[in-house]
C-alpha cells in the first residue's frame, strides 16, 4: 500500500495521507514523498491535502524519531532539516494549498495545518502539540504554528502538551472553518469553486506578498517591494486579461 495517493483531476492536486495503520504518522521516507509533491504543483490551479483513516496525522512516526535519535550528530541535523524543507514546500506552495482535517492532528500533523492557506476541520478534530510529553520540541514546525495561531496561544499549547478542540482552533486562527464531518467535502469544493475564479499567477503572488507583509517591518523597502509587486502583476498577461475582462463584462481566460 502507497503511503501517499496523488490524483490529478479538473486542474486539482489531490495529495492524500494513506498511512491509516499508523495514523499518518510520517517518516523520513513520506517526508521526502511530500516535499516532491508540493514542489511539483506548476501545473495545477490548486491542491487539497488530506488524510485516510480516522486521524489527519499524529506527526513524527515514533520508530523514525527514535531512530533517528540513535544516528550521528550530522545525521540527526540533515534529517530535523528534511522535516523543515517539507513545512517550507507546503508554506510557500506557489498554488493554494486546502488542507481537509478529519480527525486528530497531533505534533508535526499540527504544521501541517498551519502550512495551509485554507483549512476546515471536521467538528469532532482535535488537536495536540504533544512534542514536550516526549522530551521533544516542536521547533521545526514552530515558525509556521507561530504564524498561525499566535505566539501567546503557541507557547500555551506547545508547553502544557494538552489537546484542543476543532471550536479552539478554530478561535486561534489554526483552522478557518469548522464543520460536521459529512461537510467537509461541500467546504472542500467550494472553496476549489472561489478558486477557480481568480487569476493562478495572481493567487500565487498574493501569497507571496502576505508572506513578506506579515513579517517585515513596515518601512520604505516594504513600501517600494509592495509597490513593484503590483506594477509588475498589472503589466502581466493576466493582469491586463483580468482588468479587460470585467470591463468587457466577460470571463477572463482562466475561467473554463
Known amino acids: 500500500m502507497s503511503n501517499l495517493l496523488i490524483e490529478t483531476k479538473d486542474g486539482v492536486r489531490t495529495i492524500t495521507l494513506n498511512r491509516p495503520d499508523r495514523h499518518n504518522a510520517f517518516d523520513d521516507a513520506l517526508i521526502k514523498e511530500l516535499t516532491e509533491a508540493f514542489s511539483a504543483v506548476e501545473d495545477v490551479r490548486a491542491v487539497v491535502l488530506q488524510s485516510t483513516g480516522k486521524s489527519f496525522s499524529a506527526g513524527g512516526d515514533l520508530a523514525w524519531m527514535k531512530r533517528m535519535a540513535a544516528n550521528s550528530p550530522a545525521d540527526n541535523l540533515n534529517d530535523a532539516k528534511a522535516l523543515s524543507g517539507l513545512m517550507e514546500a507546503m508554506d510557500s506552495c506557489p498554488r493554494p ?56 496561544v503557541a507557547r500555551r499549547y506547545s508547553i502544557t502538551a494538552e489537546v484542543f478542540t476543532a471550536a ?18 461541500e467546504v472542500r469544493d467550494a472553496w476549489l469553486a472561489r478558486l477557480a475564479a481568480n487569476s493562478p499567477k495572481a493567487m500565487g503572488a498574493a501569497k507571496r ?48
Open 168 to 185: 479552539t482552533a478554530l478561535s486561534c486562527g489554526l483552522v478557518h472553518e469548522v464543520v460536521p464531518a459529512d461537510r467537509l467535502d
Open 209 to 256: 506578498l502576505i508572506r513578506r507583509v506579515a513579517d517585515d517591518p513596515l518601512d520604505t523597502p516594504l513600501r517600494d517591494w509592495t509597490a513593484a509587486q503590483i506594477a509588475e502583476i498589472r503589466a502581466s498577461d493576466e493582469g491586463r486579461e483580468g482588468v479587460a475582462a470585467f470591463l468587457e463584462k466577460r470571463k477572463p481566460s482562466w475561467v473554463t
Open 97 to 152: 494549498v486546502i488542507g481537509v482535517v478529519q480527525g486528530a492532528a497531533y505534533g508535526g500533523g499540527v504544521g501541517l495545518v498551519a502550512c495551509c492557506d485554507l483549512a476546515v476541520a471536521a467538528e469532532t478534530a482535535n488537536f495536540c502539540l504533544s512534542e514536550v510529553k516526549l522530551g521533544l520540541i516542536p521547533a521545526a514546525i514552530s515558525p509556521y504554528v507561530v504564524r498561525a495561531m499566535g505566539g501567546r
